[in-house]
């Protein structure tokens, strides 16, 4: 029985930050979600399923139980009557392509048709252009912290590390270049679509889909520095997006509603100063402040990716610096100015609530001043990356 189980599942560099990292921010936003969103047993089940799927899809070795773990964290999107069909449909479409190019995989027959259906699963799940659309409408429509966590799951690294890399060598080391540069121009479009958004949860949307989707841009730079900067923003996405997610939903609630379209100054600093620092302090290390964690991980994937992809000095600071411009408005729109009406007597952030912004913020701000601690968690699986990359390269060049 053990045996089959170190078959099935395994525990090793790549996986172990992830688990950890995400059962943290996955404790930290039950925690912290008003009491109202966790109403009802359905609710709780949705957050049930997409954290047993995302850690399903992190443990297993096995592509069958990679597309279960895939499938189980995708079923609340799925069977969400407030997002929009075509979003719904876009994910069960990236669910089947999955599974399909898993079973032409296993058949042994087309590869090429496999990696192609993997890809465009991938592409999916990481809300790369064209398939975005699905983020922006499940974080505006939906529970905003529930579809956060599926987003940031980050299913389709663990997919190219798990299923392209090892199983079909020859085709990621030629493709890997086209997902990078896919990534890339989400990167821009998103952040320019960000810019001229001015609903709040879009604007989050789209600014945490262009930071994410410059991750891929060095998985195919080759070094050691690219991938560790890439892993190491995998960890900074999520703890981010999970501080200002939570923030804004804390806000909405204490608002009475969704805040709508912000077309003036809410002036909400005044009244909640501690969620202002903490959504701040979120979105600066987001977008790279030098001081913070996410300075770190864009400096080490820049300088790492800049040789096999030499325009990637120009998209990614220019997505960065568009990302960073629309977080300072946002923040200006929401928390400063006068208040024009008056808030109900309500606390500010509660004791449940400041303590893992607390964590999140300590861990963005003090992996941003120590780096090296950072980089030692995520250092050796970037070599294990690198090694595996290596050899792709070799069999993909005729006569090896």
Request: glycine share 8%; aromatic share 8%.
């Amino acid at each position: 029985m053990t045996a089959l189980l170190n078959t099935w599942f395994t525990i090793d560099a790549f996986n172990t930050v992830p688990i950890v990292l995400y059962t943290a921010l996955f404790v930290s936003a039950l925690l912290m979600l008003p009491r109202q969103d966790l109403r009802g047993l359905s609710v709780k089940f949705d957050y049930l399923l997409v954290f047993t799927g995302t850690m399903l899809a992190y443990c297993a070795t096995q592509p069958f139980l990679i597309w279960a773990g895939w499938t189980i964290s995708a079923i609340p999107l799925l069977t969400a009557s407030h997002v929009h069909k075509l979003s719904r449909a876009t994910v069960a479409a990236g669910c089947l392509a999955l599974g399909g190019g898993i079973f032409l995989l296993s058949t042994g027959d087309y590869p090429e048709w496999a990696f192609a259906l993997i890809m465009l699963a991938v592409i999916q799940r990481k809300g790369l252009f064209p398939l975005q659309s699905w983020v922006g409408d499940s974080f505006e429509h939906g529970d905003i912290v529930l579809h956060g966590l599926q987003f940031n799951a980050h299913l389709g690294l663990v997919i190219i590390a798990r299923i392209a890399l090892p199983l079909l060598p020859d085709l990621s080391h030629s493709s890997l270049m086209i997902l990078s540069d896919i990534g890339l121009a989400t990167a821009v479009i998103s952040a320019v679509m960000a810019v001229a958004e001015s609903r709040p949860r879009r604007v989050l949307a789209y600014v945490v889909t262009s930071q994410a989707s410059s991750i891929l841009a060095g998985l195919e730079g080759m070094n050691v520095e690219a991938i560790t900067g890439s892993l190491m923003h995998w960890m900074v996405v999520p703890m981010a997006t999970t501080g200002l997610l939570a923030v804004l939903r804390m806000l909405e609630v204490r608002n009475g509603g969704k805040l709508g379209t912000l077309q003036g100054y809410l002036g909400l600093g005044g009244r909640f100063p501690r969620l202002a620092t903490f959504f701040l302090i979120s979105g600066v290390a987001l977008v790279g402040l030098p001081g913070t964690m996410g300075f770190i991980s864009e400096d080490l994937l820049m300088h790492g990716a800049l040789e096999a992809h030499p325009w990637i000095g120009l998209a990614i600071p220019v997505a960065t610096a568009l990302n960073a411009i629309t977080i300072y408005r946002l923040f200006t729109r929401l928390f400063l100015g006068a208040r024009v009406e008056a808030l109900p007597t309500v606390p500010d952030a509660r004791l449940r609530e400041r303590l893992p912004l607390t964590a999140i913020v300590l861990a963005l701000v003090v992996f941003g001043v120590f780096p090296q601690l950072a980089v030692n968690l995520r250092s050796r699986a970037a070599e294990q990356l690198v090694r595996a990359e290596s050899q792709n390269a070799a069999q993909a060049v005729p006569g090896h």
